[in-house]
C-alpha cells in the first residue's frame, strides 16, 4: 500500500517493500485487536498503531522525493490505474455480494449473479458517496492526498532544509498545543491545519533529506523512548490519555514513534534486505497490499472477529491475525490477478492508445 507500485524514490529499494508489507499485517492486527483498555489490548494497539501512520509516511517518502519529474495529469492517471480501480473494483464486490448477504465462499445462483450486476452502477455511485465497509476511509483519505500530493511535492521541494527543520517543529508544537493543551484546562482555539494524515507526508519527505539521515540514530532511540513511555502512560493514566482523541493515530508522541520506527529500518536495511530470495518474496506479496487492506474488513467479520473485539491472549490474537492475513492474501491473489490487474491494464492500454493517437494527431 502506500503507492501500490514503488515510486522509484531513489532507486529501487526493498525495504519500502518489507514496510509496506509490515504496515499491511500491522494494521490487520489493529482491526484485529480493537479498542481494548486491558493491558495486553493496550500493549498490542501501542504496536499496531504505528503501522496506520506508516502507510501515509510511506506515500511521501516513495513519491514526494522521486526525482522523476511527470506532469500533473500523468501522474493523476498513475493514482487513477493503480488505487481508484481496485477502489471501484472491490467497492462494486462489496455493495453488489458482500452487503447483499452474501458469503465469500458462496456459490452463486443466476439469480444472485444477474441482482450483483443490476448494482453495479449503485456501487459505483456508493463509492463516490460512503463506506461500503468499515476499514474503507482510508481509501478516501489516500486518494485525497494523491490530489494534493503534486503541488504539495513541488512546495517542499522550494524549501531550504531550514524551513523543513523549521516546518517539522511548527507542526509538533501546533500538534501538541492541540492535543495537550486541554489536560490542563487550557483550550486551544488556533485552526492547525496540520492536523490531519498529511503531517505524515510531510514527515517522509522530510526523513529522506540528508540531514535526517546523519541523525538516523537519534532519531530512532528517542522514537522507542517515545512510543515505550506513551504506552506506559496508557497504562498508568488511562482516563487521562482517553482525553487525547489522536493519541494513537496523529499526536505528537505518535509522531515520533512512527519516526523512529522508520529510521530504526533505514538502519537496519542491510541486515533485513540481504536475501534476495527473501526480498523477492517480500516484493511478490507487496503487490498485493493493496487488495489484502481492500478485503481483510470482511474476512475479519467472516473469520468470526468482531471489530473492536479480540481473543483475549497473545496465541489468540496473534493466531487469527496470520489466518486473517492468509485468507486476505488468498483472496487478493486470486481476485487481484484475475480481475483487478488486468482491469488496471486495460486502463493503462486505452490511456496509452489515447495519447498515441494525440501525438499522431499533432504530428
Known sequence: MGDTNAEKAESYRPIFDWLRLISCIGIIGLHVTGDRSDPLGIYFQGFFRLWLPMFFLLSGVLILTAKKEENIGGFYLKRVERVVIPFFIYGAYYTCWINQGHAILEVPTQESLLNALRLIPTSWQQTFTGLQYFHLW??????????????LKKGLQAMSDRMLRILMVVILVMMACQDYLPLVGLEFSVDNYFAYWVLYLI????????FSKRWYVWIAFFGFFTWVQSIRLKLTHYELTEKIGNYFDLSPHMIISVAGTF?????????????????????FLAKYTLGIYLIHGYIISWWGVHYGTSNGTVFGTLHTLFFVFLLSLCFALVFDTLITFNAMRGFRWFVNKI??????NVA
Open 263 to 283: 529510521a530504526l529500518f533505514m538502519l537496519l536495511e542491510k541486515v533485513l534486505t540481504k536475501s534476495r530470495i527473501v526480498n523477492r518474496v517480500v516484493h
Open 355 to 360: 495519447s498515441e493517437k494525440r501525438r499522431r
Open 203 to 210: 514527515l517522509g519527505y522530510i526523513l529522506m533529506k540528508e
Open 138 to 151: 482510508f481509501m478516501y483519505e489516500i486518494i485525497g492526498l494523491y490530489i494534493l500530493m503534486p503541488f
